[in-house]
Nanobody
Framework: VQLQASGGGLVQAGGSLRLSCAAS????????MGWYRQAPGKQRELVAT???????NYGDSVKGRFTISTDNAKNTVFLQMNALRPEDTAVYYC?????????WGQGTLVTVSS
């Protein structure tokens, strides 16, 4: 099973993008889904996570601007990104976790121009 992230691209500051991450097959017992990002020369950091029960957690820098949501039936996680800033430029990775292992997507590049 692989995770396929999509929706990245080039956008001007203040704009919006919506990322999607879908599994190529069935992943049973997903407990948590999330998005992380890695900018050039920096460590990978938390963007947002959402549990099976719907509890969300956001990185401080994206609170109030980004929203994570899921389609549990399709093992798909979304990230709505509004009011984008140049410092949001990074490769965004999705993650899905069950009791047995962690699945990572290949990453999608988001570039925000000033």
């Amino acid at each position: 099973v692989q995770l396929q992230a999509s929706g990245g691209g080039l956008v001007q500051a203040g704009g919006s993008l919506r990322l999607s991450c879908a599994a190529s097959g069935s992943i049973f017992g997903i407990n948590i889904m999330g998005w992380y990002r890695q900018a050039p020369g920096k460590q990978r950091e938390l963007v947002a996570t959402i549990t099976k029960g719907g509890s969300t957690n956001y990185g401080d820098s994206v609170k109030g601007r980004f929203t994570i949501s899921t389609d549990n039936a399709k093992n798909t996680v979304f990230l709505q990104m509004n009011a984008l800033r140049p410092e949001d430029t990074a490769v965004y990775y999705c993650k899905q976790v069950n009791s047995y292992r962690t699945y990572w997507g290949q990453g999608t590049l988001v570039t925000v121009s000033s």
